[in-house]
């Protein structure tokens, strides 16, 4: 019985044996397999077990290393403040912990190489001895890839710190995750500030909605980069309040499935002032530009009037004395009697003469008689000057125009028939006027050889652009429409106000 007994129980405990063979070999199995290198060492420090990944990772085989103290697997200079640190580890008795949170730790190759390592340690007691095990990994890898990306990262800040433009990042929350040094000097706000702040901070409230509205609008339409607000600038806000005009651009980009939005960005105030003032500069010229055209008229009126009145009458007084003494001298006087008629043919032509200057500067007609007998004379004169044939057709029979606009017209169809003689060798020009709805229109076409509109401006060539001002100032507008060999069209239209003030 007790034989059979003793029997059982040493089967028993062969079969205890065996189990445990089996799971010392699993469990050598497993580490031999694992990725990474498992060292354990015993009290003394030295190594009691060195896996396959570890004969890699220090190229030492594992025969030359178990039975070795560990230090050799460590650079020189690391070896006493190992021993130290495994020997607190021990007392403090924490079953485990990773090495060095902080800094990566240094192996030491076979070959003399050091490299960065991760490692965690652990211990535990066989035997009444205590045994510590090292699981760690070669990170150099790791390493030097974060190291390209602190260089990379380093110099993408450089450039952009180095940008004129102030460029923000907002991610999807609108919160901003990147604000260069020009963003610091637009916006008055350090990075350190900015950087988790919401974009809010630097658009004035009133445009706060209207800008996430049109965030989101970009966001989804996908375009990768636009320009924001292409018609007029936006608006920035700066830390201390003031507001300033901004030209800027958007661009997106998905990064980990999470968008990303840059704007690039530029304080315009300077630019803006320089445009407000050349707008300005421009307005206050044309306001120069028209007083003197209207001086200018006035002083040609009365220029014209006094050769017409003062002149005119004169010579005709003379013509008629001169007449009277031809009537009454005796026929034997030949000599003097063609004294007389030849003053009498001069007086003639220079009567004619100052006729025609004086029109020529300001046709009375149009002061006194109005815009159409002006017309209608400016283009019968047209006829003799020129033989060229012109139609005149008028829209509106009972058309009345008042100055400003009476002398307007007078003087863009003056330079437009004198443009069709001067250049257009036209054999026919049509001219119409017209006023309705409020608005008159004018429109000269010739059939000659016309000119090519978006030539450069000829220097001293003022004609046409004095049409335009002239149209301009009374809020109309010009068309000219001209092809070679295809005659010019020049459209007028001015809109006309009631009274005169409102002009
Ligand atoms: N009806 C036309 N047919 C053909 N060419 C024309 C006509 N009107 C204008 N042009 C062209 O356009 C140019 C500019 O005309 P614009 O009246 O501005 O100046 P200009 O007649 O040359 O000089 P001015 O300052 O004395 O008027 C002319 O030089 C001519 O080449
Ligand atoms: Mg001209």
Redesign the pocket.
């Known amino acids: 019985m007790a034989v059979a007994l003793t029997f059982r129980q040493m089967r028993e405990r062969q079969a205890a044996r065996r189990a445990l063979e089996n799971v010392q070999a699993r469990v050598a199995g497993i580490i031999d397999s694992a990725m990474d290198a498992v060292v354990t060492v015993d009290e003394d420090q030295r190594v009691v077990l060195f896996n396959t990944a570890a004969e890699k990772v220090f190229r030492w085989p594992k025969s030359a290393v178990i039975g070795q103290p560990i230090e050799m697997l460590l650079p020189e200079r690391l070896r006493a403040g190992h021993r130290r640190h495994i020997g607190r580890f021990g007392e403090t008795g924490v079953t485990s912990r990773r090495m060095g949170d902080q800094t990566v730790l240094v192996g030491l190759r076979a070959n003399g190489e050091e490299f960065p390592i991760e490692a965690s340690i652990s211990q535990h007691s066989e035997d009444g001895k205590r045994l510590f095990t090292v699981i760690l990994r070669d990170v150099t890898e790791r390493v030097h890839a974060e190291q390209r990306l602190a260089r990379s990262e380093a110099r993408l800040r450089g450039i952009l710190d180095s940008a004129m433009d102030a460029i923000i990042t907002v991610d999807a929350t609108q919160k901003v995750v990147l604000f260069n040094a020009a963003a610091e000097a637009v916006f008055g706000c350090s990075r350190s500030e900015a950087i988790g702040a919401p974009l809010a901070w630097f658009i004035p409230e009133r445009f706060r909605a209207e800008h996430e509205q049109h965030v989101k609008h970009f966001g989804q339409t996908g375009t990768t980069s636009r320009r924001m607000g292409a018609q007029r600038i936006v608006t920035g806000l700066r830390r201390n309040g003031e507001e300033f005009p901004i030209d800027a651009s958007i661009s997106q980009i998905t990064e980990n499935g999470a968008k990303l939005y840059t704007v690039i960005l530029r304080d315009v105030t300077e630019r803006v002032q320089a445009e407000d003032a050349l707008r300005r500069s421009r307005e206050e010229l044309r306001e120069l530009a028209a007083a003197s055209n209207s001086v200018r008229e006035q002083e040609k009126s009365r220029i014209a009037r006094e050769l017409h009145d003062e002149l005119g009458q004169a010579l005709t007084a003379l013509k008629m004395d001169v007449e009277w003494m031809r009537e009454r001298i005796s026929p034997d006087q030949k000599m003097l009697e063609d004294k007389l008629n030849a003053m009498h043919g001069l007086l003639d032509s220079t009567v004619a003469a100052t006729r025609r200057i004086s029109s020529d500067l300001r046709p009375l007609m149009l002061d006194d008689l109005g815009l159409l007998p002006a017309v209608e004379w400016l283009i019968q004169n047209f006829r003799q000057r020129t033989g060229i044939t012109c139609e005149f057709a008028l829209g509106a029979p009972d058309l009345e125009l008042d100055d400003p606009y009476a002398t307007a017209i007078f003087r863009i169809l003056q330079?437009?028939l004198?443009?069709?003689s001067?250049?257009?060798q036209?054999s026919l020009v049509e001219v119409t006027l017209d006023a309705h709805e409020g608005e008159a229109m004018l429109t000269v076409r010739?059939n000659?050889?016309?000119?090519r509109t978006d030539a450069p401006?000829?220097p001293?060539?003022?004609?046409?652009?004095?049409?335009a001002e002239r149209a301009y100032l009374l809020g109309g507008n010009v068309k000219i429409d001209?092809e070679r060999n295809r005659?010019?069209t020049?459209e007028v239209r001015i809109p006309l106000r009631r009274s005169l003030e409102e002009a």
Do not use: P, Q
């Not at 000659?448 to 000119?451: E, I, K, L, R």
């Not at 001293?460 to 049409?467: A, E, F, K, T, W």
């Open positions: 330079e437009s004198t443009n069709v001067r250049h257009a036209a010739d000659g050889v016309g000119f401006h000829k001293s060539s003022y004609g046409l652009m004095g049409v001209s005659g010019t020049i």
